[in-house]
C-alpha cells in the first residue's frame, strides 16, 4: 500500500467522474484551440485528411484495444505493419491479383500475430516482453527485405487509398465499419465479455472455465490481421515502403487506446473510447502540423499524452482500489 | 439421504511431498460437512482435486452415482461442483451481474450474449437467496467485502451446484455479516445442495455443520457427527496431540501512557476517535468491518492523515507525516493483507525477517553484515518456531501461518515500543495461531504496549486487557476488567443498550 496517495488523492466519486468527463473535455479544448489557432484546421478538406492519414493508426488502436483489455500490449504492431506493407507492395507490384494481395497481407498480420500469441500465451511471456522482442525481428527482417531498394506502390485496392465519396474518404468507412463490429463483439459476444473477464482477473477466469489461452490467443491472432489490412491502407497512403515502415504508429497507436480511456491495467474500456482517443491524437498531430511546428515534436506529443493518460489511469485505479481495500 | 459426492483412496503429490493420502468420505444431499484441519494438512488440495484443478494420483470419486474425474475446473463446473475460494476470485471492475454469469453467459439464438435473459435470473437468484436485487447493477469493486461473497456464493450455486465447497468464507466477515451468510447456506443446504464447509472457526460449526471430517498431514483423522464436536476432541485430531489451545497470561500491570491519541477525525472514516494504550498493556480493536478500525491504525502509522484531532507519544505531540515518521518514533505496524502489504515475495526467509532493521546490520561503507544478519535471523526462526528448511528458503515456499511468523518477527526484530497488529492470525492454523496469540501477550509483558485488531472476538478476549470497540467510525466502548465479555462487545458492536 502505498501512503502518499491515500493522503492527497481526491474523492472517488470525483476522479470517476473526472475520468469519464475528461476527453470529452481535452476534444472540446484541442478543436478550439486548433481551430483559433490553424484557420485550415476546420476546413472539410483537412478533416477528409485527418481521416485519410489516421486510418492505417485507427486500425491499429482498434487491435491494441483488445489485448490492452486482456491486460496485454503487442508493442511490435509498427514493425509488423513494415514487414506486411513491404510483403503486400511487392506482390501487389509483382502483379498478384489484388484481392488476393490483400488476402495474403491479412494472412502474413495473422501469422506473425500468431508468433506474438505463441510467445504469449504458449511461452507465458509477458507481452510487453515478447512484443519488444519480435518488434526487433520484424524490424530487421523488413531491413533484410528492404535490401536498399524503395518499394513503390499505390492504393491495391480503391477503398484502402485515398478515394472519396461526396468528400468523405472511404477508407473512413473501413474504420468506422471496424470500430463498429468491434464495440459490437465486445458487448454482445461471449468472446468480448472473456476478455473483460480475464483481464479482470485470468486465473479467476479460467477456475470458472472461461478459455483463458485460447482467447488470448485469437485476440492476438486479430491484433496482427488487423495489421495486416492496416498495412495496405499504409501502403495506399504513403505510395512506398521504406527500411523503417511503419515503425512510427506502435506509440500512437498506443496512445489512442490509454487516452480513450481504456486501463493499461486491463479489463476496463472499449473501442468506442479508443476512437475517442484516436480522434484526440490524430487532431493532435495534424494540428500541430498546420501551426507550423516541426513534425519532430510530434514524438514529444504523443509520448506525453502517454504518460498522463497512464499516470492517471493509475492513479485513478490505485485510488479507487484502495477505496476497497480500506473495508476489509 | 442420498449420497451426492462420494470420495475413495484419493492420494496426491507434489514432487517428493504427499499432499493428500488414501482420503474418503461421503457427502449426502442437504448435507452440512465442516472440513477441518491445520495449514498444509491437504485441505486445499483435497477441493481441488474435487473440482478439476489438479488430477488425483490414486483414488475415485462420484458425483451423483457417476464417476467423477473433472480434466478442469470448467468440466467440474458443468458436473455440479462449485467452489468459493477463500481468495474469492472475482471481476472487480465488471457490474454484480455480469460477475454471476462469468464463464457462462446465457446466449440467445444469435448466439449474442443475452443481457435480458442475464438480468432476469440474476434477480431471480437474487431473491431465492433473499438478497438485495440493486447490487445487481453496481459494479463489483463499489460492494463491501461481505456483499462480495454473498454475490460470489450466489454466483457458485446458480450452476444447478450439487455440490457447493466454500473455503473459510467467513475469515475476512465479522460476526454479523458471517451470520448472514449462515442464512444463505442453510437455505441452501434445505434446497438440497451439498455443502463442504472449510473453517477455522470453531465456534461456527454449529451454525454451518451437520458432521465434520479432520485432515491431518494429508491423511483423515476423523469423520464425526457434529453432536460429537467436542472442540478439544477436534484440536486434539487437527494437531494428532492433546493440546491446550488456550493461552497463558499472567495479569497486566500497565505502566505509562505511551500511545494516546484524541479525536482523530479521517473524513469518511474516523470522527473524533480517541484512545490511550499503556507500557506493558495489550489494547484490543474491535469492531464490524468498516468500523474505521484499520484507518485508526494507518492514522498512527502515519498513512493516513487526519484533519482534526491530535496524537502524543509518550506525552510528545506526534504527527506523523510518513511511515518512517512513526517508525523513528518506535511505532510498528503489522498490516492486516500479509500477501499484498507485507510480505516480499521473490525474498528468502531471511531477507524478508531482517527487511526492516538493515540499517542497524550495516558494517563499515554501508556493506551488509551477512554473518550478524543470519545470526540475528536464526535466532528468531528458533524463538518464534517458524518452519522453514533454511534461512534461505523462498518465504513463499512457508505455510500461510508461517509467513505471517516472519512478519512478525520482522516487526519484533526492532523493538517497538507501540507495536500494532491488524488481524495478526487471520487464516492460520489453530497452533501457530496459538503461539503468535501466546507471543504478542508476552512482549507486551516485557515492556511493548500492544494495539491488537482482530475480528475473532474469541481471540481478542483472550489476549486483551482492555478492549475498545469501533462502530461506524467513533469509538462505541472501552472495556475492561469485569465488563469485558463477549456479550458487552457485541452488544457495543450493534450499538445496542444494555
Do not use: C
Not at chain 1, 468523405?168 to 459476444?189: K, N, Q, S, T
Request: net charge neutral.
Amino acid at each position: 500500500m502505498s501512503a502518499v496517495s491515500a493522503v492527497t488523492a481526491p474523492s472517488p466519486r470525483l476522479l470517476t467522474l473526472l475520468r469519464d468527463a475528461l476527453l470529452p473535455i481535452l476534444l472540446v479544448a484541442e478543436v478550439i484551440f486548433f481551430g483559433l489557432a490553424a484557420p485550415d484546421f476546420l476546413s472539410a478538406s483537412n478533416l477528409a485528411n485527418v481521416v485519410i492519414n489516421s486510418a492505417d493508426l485507427a486500425l491499429l488502436a482498434a487491435g491494441m484495444t483488445l489485448v490492452v483489455l486482456l491486460a496485454g500490449i503487442d508493442v511490435s504492431v509498427g514493425p509488423m505493419l513494415g514487414v506486411v506493407a513491404w510483403v503486400g507492395a511487392s506482390l501487389f507490384v509483382a502483379g498478384l491479383p489484388p484481392l488476393l494481395v490483400v488476402l495474403a497481407s491479412v494472412l502474413l498480420g495473422g501469422l506473425l500475430g500468431a508468433v506474438n500469441a505463441g510467445l504469449i500465451v504458449g511461452g507465458r511471456i509477458s507481452p510487453i516482453i515478447a512484443t519488444l522482442g519480435t518488434a526487433a525481428v520484424f524490424k530487421t527482417v523488413l531491413f533484410v527485405l528492404w535490401n536498399s531498394t524503395d518499394v513503390f506502390a499505390g492504393p491495391v485496392v480503391p477503398v484502402l487509398g485515398p478515394a472519396r465519396a461526396g468528400g468523405f474518404p472511404l477508407v473512413g468507412v473501413v474504420v468506422l465499419v471496424v470500430f463498429g463490429i468491434f464495440a459490437y463483439v465486445l458487448r454482445h459476444r461471449v468472446f468480448g465479455r472473456r476478455l473483460f473477464a480475464i483481464g479482470n482477473d485470468a486465473e479467476g477466469a479460467r477456475l470458472l472455465g472461461v478459455p483463458v489461452g485460447r482467447t488470448s490467443f485469437v485476440a492476438y491472432v486479430l491484433v496482427g490481421a488487423l495489421v495486416g489490412i492496416a498495412a495496405l491502407i499504409y501502403v495506399g497512403r504513403v505510395g512506398v515502403v521504406q527500411a523503417t515502415a511503419g515503425q512510427e504508429l506502435t506509440l500512437p497507436a498506443i496512445a489512442a487506446v490509454v487516452v480513450g480511456g481504456t486501463s493499461i491495467l486491463g479489463g476496463e474500456g472499449g473501442v468506442l473510447r479508443t476512437l475517442g482517443g484516436l480522434v484526440f491524437i490524430a487532431l493532435l498531430q495534424n494540428g500541430v502540423v498546420l501551426m507550423g511546428v516541426p513534425p519532430l515534436w510530434n514524438g514529444v506529443l504523443v509520448g506525453l499524452a502517454v504518460a498522463l493518460a497512464v499516470a492517471f489511469d493509475v492513479l485513478t485505479r490505485r485510488t479507487l482500489d484502495k477505496r476497497i481495500g480500506a473495508r476489509k | 439421504m442420498r449420497t451426492i459426492l462420494s470420495v475413495t483412496g484419493l492420494s496426491k503429490s507434489f514432487g517428493a511431498t504427499a499432499a493428500l493420502t488414501d482420503v474418503g468420505f461421503t457427502l449426502a444431499a442437504g448435507e452440512r460437512l465442516a472440513l477441518l484441519g491445520e495449514n498444509g494438512a491437504g485441505k486445499s488440495t483435497l477441493i481441488k482435486l474435487i473440482a478439476g484443478v489438479h488430477r488425483p494420483d490414486a483414488g475415485e470419486m462420484t458425483l451423483d452415482g457417476e464417476p467423477h474425474r473433472p480434466a478442469s475446473p470448467g468440466a467440474a463446473l458443468a458436473a455440479g461442483v462449485s467452489v468459493v475460494y477463500q481468495e474469492p476470485s472475482f471481476f472487480p471492475r465488471l457490474s454484480v451481474l455480469e460477475n454471476l454469469f462469468v464463464g457462462r453467459e446465457p446466449r440467445d439464438r444469435l448466439t449474442q450474449v443475452d443481457w435480458g435473459e442475464m438480468r432476469t435470473r440474476g434477480v431471480e437468484l437474487f431473491g431465492r437467496l433473499g438478497l438485495p436485487v440493486e447490487l445487481l447493477n453496481r459494479r463489483m469493486d463499489a460492494l463491501s467485502l461481505a456483499e462480495q461473497q454473498l454475490a460470489l456464493i450466489a454466483r457458485a450455486v446458480d450452476v444447478d451446484a450439487k455440490v457447493l465447497i466454500l473455503d473459510e468464507p467467513t475469515s475476512i466477515l465479522t460476526d454479523a455479516e458471517a451470520r448472514r451468510l449462515f442464512r444463505v447456506v442453510q437455505r441452501l443446504s434445505e434446497a438440497g445442495v451439498a455443502i463442504l464447509y472449510i473453517t477455522h472457526r470453531f465456534e461456527e460449526l454449529e451454525h454451518v455443520a451437520d458432521r465434520f471430517i479432520v485432515l491431518k498431514d494429508g491423511r483423515l483423522a476423523g469423520d464425526l457427527p457434529a453432536a460429537a464436536a467436542d472442540h478439544d476432541r477436534i484440536l486434539e485430531m487437527m494437531s494428532g496431540r492433546p493440546v491446550n489451545a488456550t493461552i497463558s497470561r499472567s495479569v497486566a500491570d500497565p505502566g505509562a501512557v505511551v500511545l494516546e491519541a484524541d479525536g482523530i477525525t479521517v473524513p469518511g472514516s474516523l470522527s473524533g476517535v480517541g484512545l490511550t494504550v499503556r507500557e506493558s498493556e495489550v489494547v484490543g480493536l474491535y469492531g464490524l468491518v468498516g468500523a474505521g478500525r484499520t484507518e485508526l491504525a494507518l492514522t498512527v502509522f502515519g498513512m493516513l492523515r487526519p484533519t482534526a484531532g491530535s496524537m502524543r507519544v509518550r506525552g510528545e505531540p506526534y504527527a506523523p507525516k510518513s511511515p518512517r515518521d512513526a517508525m523513528a518514533r518506535g511505532i510498528a505496524y503489522l498490516p492486516e493483507d500479509r500477501k499484498t502489504q507485507g510480505l516480499f515475495p521473490g525474498m528468502d526467509t531471511m531477507s524478508n525477517l531482517t527487511a526492516v532493521l538493515l540499517p542497524a546490520l550495516l558494517g563499515r561503507f554501508g556493506v551488509i553484515r551477512r554473518a550478524k544478519e543470519r545470526e540475528l535471523a536464526s535466532t528468531w526462526v528458533r524463538s518464534l518456531r517458524i518452519k522453514a528448511p533454511t534461512l534461505d528458503f523462498p518465504v513463499t515456499g512457508l505455510s500461510g501461518g508461517h509467513q505471517q511468523k516472519v512478519l512478525f518477527a520482522r516487526q519484533l526484530v526492532t523493538g517497538p515500543e507501540i507495536l500494532i497488529l491488524d488481524e495478526p492470525t487471520r487464516g492460520i492454523d489453530v497452533a501457530t495461531k496459538t503461539d503468535i496469540q501466546q507471543r504478542l501477550v508476552e512482549v507486551a509483558r516485557e515492556g511493548t504496549a500492544v494495539l491488537v485488531i482482530s475480528s475473532d472476538l474469541p481471540e481478542l478476549l483472550a489476549v486483551s486487557d482492555r478492549v475498545y470497540v469501533m462502530r461506524e467510525g467513533r469509538m462505541a466502548a472501552e472495556l475492561h476488567g469485569d465488563d469485558l465479555t463477549e456479550d458487552a462487545v457485541l452488544r457495543a458492536t450493534m450499538g445496542v443498550n444494555r
